[in-house]
């Protein structure tokens, strides 16, 4: 059984230790060394790769279960999850292959129209659906500043 699980939120990321019940926040703004040895805890292994993104001035980590997290200035400043694979949620539930209906059924969402496709922002979450109706399903997910070309 694990001893730790990771979640998803508009102000980053939150570790819960399965043991304990307790939890600690990962909030936007923390330095790179701690968010990587507190996610390498969390998931069990480290990222499966690191790099810079020189077109957004970012740098990132990325683990094999979606998770893409981004630095500025050596500090965390947003994660992304993509549709290969993403295994991590909202503490709600709500994560890549939710339906539209879900997710307005955990937070208020604003649902509209982009250059990206049919885009929503909830809670402090954004993403993509694949498309606008009720049964529509969570594509891409992110919070913070992160690395998308619109």
């Known amino acids: 059984m694990p001893e ?6 508009g102000e980053g990321l939150r570790a819960f230790n399965l043991l304990t ?5 990962l909030a936007f ?19 499966t790769e690191q790099g810079e993104n020189i077109d957004c001035g970012a740098r990132f980590a990325r683990w094999d279960n979606g998770l893409s997290v981004w630095f500025s200035k050596d500090r965390f400043v947003g994660w992304s999850l993509g549709e290969s694979g993403a295994t991590l949620t909202t503490a709600s539930g709500i994560g890549i292959g939710s339906t539209r209906s879900e997710l307005e059924s955990a937070y208020s ?17 954004a993403g993509l659906l694949d498309s606008a109706k009720p049964q529509a399903r969570i594509t891409n997910l992110w919070a913070g500043a992160t690395c998308i070309a619109r």
């Open 109 to 125: 969402a604003s649902i509209a129209p982009s250059s990206l496709g049919t885009e929503f922002s909830a809670g402090g979450l």
């Open 4 to 9: 730790a699980s990771l979640a998803v939120e």
């Open 21 to 25: 019940g307790s939890a600690r926040a």
């Open 29 to 47: 703004g923390s330095g790179r060394g701690d968010t990587l040895t507190m996610l390498e805890a969390a998931l069990g292994k480290a990222a």
